[in-house]
Structure formats: C-alpha cells, structure tokens
T-cell receptor, first 114, second 113 residues
C-alpha cells in the first residue's frame, strides 16, 4: 500500500510570491491534515479536511489556505510569502476524521523563502 | 490553552541503556496520546499510542505509561540501539476529540554506540 506522498519535496521561493503544495493520502483515507514544522515552534496544525470540507483550522493568517478534492487529494496554498514561512510542511492522512485515528505522515515539502 | 510540554529537549544515552521521555498536558478531558518518531528527512511515524482507559501499553522495547490524575504520560525505550536515534514527539487530543492533535516540541534522542 503506497504511503502519503507530497509534491514537490523541495521548493525555493522569494518574498511576495505564492506557492501551492500537494498531498496525496493513502488510498481509502478521507481525512488530510496539514502541519507546519519549524525548529522553534515544532509541529503546528494548519487545517484539516474531511470529505472535501474543512473540519478544523489552526491559528494561521488567511494567507494560508487549503482545499480537498473528491479523490481526497489535498492542496495548500500560501500567498504573499514571508521569510518566516520557511518551514517543512507536512501532511497526514487518516481513515476517518483525525481525532483519535492514527495519522500517517508524508515526507514533507521543504519550503525556503528568500 | 491547549498545551503539551515535553522534556527533555535532548537526550543522549549509551547503547543498551534505557531512555525516558516525559510529557504533561493541560486538558483533563484528553483521551488519546500518540508518540511519533521522526528520522532525518522523513515525516513523523507513529510508534505507539495509548488511550485514557489504560495505564500502560508495551510493544517490544517500547512502552508508554499514562497517569491521568497527574496529567502526564511517558515513553520508555529499553535496550536502546543506534537506530533509535531520532526526534520523538508526544501528542494529545483535546476537547474530547473535536480538535486535532497538539504536539510537544520534541526530544532529540542520540544513542551512542
């Protein structure tokens, strides 16, 4: 069974640009959650999608947005990039809604903002 | 607010010794506590989890204990091996499961051969 895949694995952007990251969950999983990982803040929750609906949202500005498609694949978008957005962005999928269900993480997308 | 404190931030042990990582949480209604291991260049991987209706769970060299009264849970790794070297994260579900996982800041474990 294929694991969670994320594309691209590495990305370099400049301030002010926008970026779209993609996540393909494990087949049959309907929930996708996104996290930002930085050395200083650790793993911080961005949002969760379940059956194409945003179920939960973390404490991030509106520049961070996401969506989920009918095949459960998810994308997140960051507009007007800032230097502080440099981080590892992880997505995790689970069979049902994330609470209490095992989450399987992808390898992440390393975003560098110059 | 919802918070998970994890200690220590770094831990070095000799191969064969035991390692213990401790976490405390703020919400007494939390009922799911997973532990993740993250190796360099990879995403976190679930290694063990425990729910509030049990006090201890073991899986080979790994065990987790939960003390709901004191609101803390711990990861125990026995007979450590170099491949156990990684960053370990504890996490908890708050608000009776209606919010996503909240993670501790992580512990970098180094097993010295």
């Amino acid at each position: 069974k294929a694991g969670v895949t994320q594309t691209p694995r590495y990305l370099i952007k400049t301030r002010g640009q926008q970026v779209t990251l993609s996540c393909s969950p494990i087949s049959g999983h309907r929930s996708v959650s996104w996290y930002q990982q930085t050395p200083g803040q650790g793993l911080q929750f961005l949002f969760e999608y379940f059956s194409e609906t945003q179920r939960n949202k973390g404490n991030f500005p509106g520049r961070f947005s996401g969506r989920q498609f009918s095949n459960s694949r998810s994308e997140m978008n960051v507009s007007t990039l800032e230097l502080g957005d440099s981080a590892l962005y992880l997505c995790a999928s689970s069979l049902g809604a994330s609470a209490g269900n095992e989450q399987f993480f992808g390898p992440g997308t390393r975003l560098t903002v110059l | 607010g919802e918070n998970v404190e994890q200690h220590p931030s770094t831990l070095s042990v000799q191969e064969g010794d035991s390692a213990v990582i401790k976490c405390t949480y703020s919400d007494s209604a939390s009922n799911y506590f997973p532990w993740y291991k993250q190796e360099l260049g990879k995403g976190p991987q679930l290694i063990i989890d425990i729910r509030s209706n049990v006090g201890e769970k073991k899986d080979q060299r790994i065990a987790v204990t939960l003390n709901k009264t004191a609101k803390h849970f711990s990861l125990h790794i026995t007979e450590t091996q170099p491949e156990d070297s990684a960053v370990y994260f504890c996490a908890a579900i708050f608000n009776s499961g209606n919010t996503p996982l909240v993670f501790g800041k992580g512990t970098r474990l180094s097993v010295i051969a």
